[in-house]
């Protein structure tokens, strides 16, 4: 037997997969296919404080290493959220994870004010662990990033110093101030940080001589993105190994995850392989108990971390 049981700083999990935001909608979906008590946690894809419609169509094009998307955090907004999605989720007995996000400093105070106003925390029945600040989006555009920027990032994690849950700050593989905004959000207070989301990409379509996707360029995910996300974690658990990591990029078998944790994640989220399957999640952690079993592993602990010297 072995003990996949793991911890994001404060929160513990019973295993440390994940599926990650956008992948698995706002609520139960997932519940379908999997019994969402199994996973670590579900982590909702990204809300607003209000609704938000999201980008023109297509949203999605397949690639051969995954898929870009630039569905543009369509959501209903978090009032709507906790009073449609979020009792399914407790009725599954999942531990959830909520992603917000905003377009200023000001918006995400506002979505961390509504999530207190409408989730409360405390309740013995509350499923919420944590909650995901997006600070890397792809899909706003003509904005930059608040994850590329050192001040802008560590201003929104101060502003949602409020929220009851403990903070992880969701970053950006698209710049090379990754370790140093990392350390700027766990400064401003987050308690661990999500590397990576997607990478900026572009497809044209030949026949139309326009973009893919209605939204233009958009976010690249998939296998491809797997040593991307490895070299994200490594270089920051180098950097801060104190700091708890969630790994996500490329996950979609034992060895993509394995490869996160042993850069030092604690947890992975997988994603786009969810697209594919939808039990992708559980047996990524199927997997993942095999190859501890055959190589004597016992306990996930003994990989968190394993190929820094």
């Not at 003990?3 to 139960?28: E, K, Q, R, W, Y």
Request: hydrophobic content about 50%; glycine content about 12%; proline content about 7%.
């Amino acid at each position: 037997m072995v003990d996949l049981t793991t911890a994001v700083g404060a929160v513990g999990l019973p295993n440390p997969g994940m599926c990650a935001p956008g992948t698995a909608g706002h609520g139960a979906e997932l519940g379908a296919f999997v019994d969402l008590a199994q996973l670590g946690a579900v982590v909702v894809k990204s809300l607003s404080a209000g609704p938000w419609p999201g980008n023109p169509a297509p949203r999605v094009h397949p690639l051969s290493t995954g898929m870009i998307n630039s569905v543009g955090l369509e959501g209903p907004g978090i009032a709507a959220w906790a009073h449609d999605e979020l009792p399914a989720l407790r009725r599954a007995q999942a531990r959830v994870v909520v992603s917000i996000w905003g377009r200023s400093v000001e918006d995400y105070a506002a979505a961390a004010d509504a999530l207190a106003e409408h989730a409360p925390a405390g309740t013995a029945s509350d499923p919420i662990v944590a909650v995901e600040i997006n600070l890397s989006c792809p899909n706003l555009a003509g904005k930059k990033m608040f994850a590329h920027d050192v001040g802008a990032a560590a201003d929104v994690i101060t502003a949602t110093a409020g929220l009851a849950y403990p903070r992880w700050a969701k970053l950006s593989p698209n710049t090379d101030a990754l370790v140093a905004v990392a350390e700027a959000c766990a400064g401003a207070g987050a308690d661990a940080v999500t590397l990576t989301n997607t990478l900026l990409g572009l497809v044209i379509d030949t026949d139309s001589r326009r973009p893919a996707l209605g939204g233009g360029g958009g976010g690249v995910s998939g296998p491809g993105l797997g040593p991307i996300a490895v070299r994200a974690v490594w270089e920051v658990a180098r950097a801060m190994p104190e700091l708890p990591i969630v790994g996500v990029g490329g996950v979609h078998d034992a060895n993509s995850a394995l490869q996160l944790l042993m850069a030092g994640a604690s947890a992975v989220q997988v994603g786009t392989a969810n697209f594919a399957d939808p039990r992708a999640t559980i047996r990524v952690l199927d997997e993942l108990a095999s190859w501890c079993d055959s190589h004597g592993v016992a306990t996930i602990a003994e990989l968190i971390g394993a190929a820094h010297p």
